[in-house]
């Protein structure tokens, strides 16, 4: 079955394009203006690319030209082509995250030297000991709270 699609034919280094018809059946794209035959091409002797919205690019043999067809769905549809090129879409967030996280990981090294792991460890203390593990700053702030937490806990109560 043959597919008729009317539209302008932009051909290149000139300004206004010409009303033809590209006519597909089966394997096979003819090209004409009005009466005329400008061509016939059998698949794989011609391409067609979107170009722009509306507007496809034809590789007929050698030549390039731009087609504007009346109605660019049904000719991107029969010609399984998408209706307009695809978009330059932004990351989404979780890809702009995931790229940070490997930018992150790319600046830490792969490779640590002993002896930093070594001068970056603490000794442990034994626990046990009274070695000033909490300093007495410390250890009167934690009295103190807990003097004004029992407070306030008899306050609730209705002791005080």
């Known amino acids: 079955m043959t597919q008729v699609f009317r539209g302008d034919l932009l051909l290149p280094g000139e300004d206004d394009g010409l009303v033809a018809d590209v006519k597909v059946d089966g394997d096979e794209l003819r090209l004409e203006t009005g009466d005329e035959l400008l061509g016939v091409w059998r698949d794989g002797e011609y391409r067609v690319d979107v170009e722009r919205a509306g507007e496809f690019r034809l590789a007929l043999g050698g030549e390039q030209v731009v087609f504007k067809p009346e109605s660019p769905s049904s000719f991107a549809a029969a010609m399984a082509v ?3 090129p695809p978009t330059e879409s932004k990351p989404t967030r979780a890809e702009r995250k995931a790229g940070r996280r490997q930018e992150r990981a790319a600046a830490v090294p792969d490779v640590v030297e002993e002896y930093d792991l070594i001068a970056q460890v603490r000794p442990v203390r034994d626990l046990t000991t009274d070695d000033d593990f909490i300093s007495p700053a410390l250890m009167r702030t934690i ?5 004004v937490v029992v407070t306030v806990a008899l306050v609730v109560i209705g002791f005080v």
């Open 82 to 84: 998408p209706l307009q």
């Open 143 to 147: 009295v103190v709270l807990s003097a």
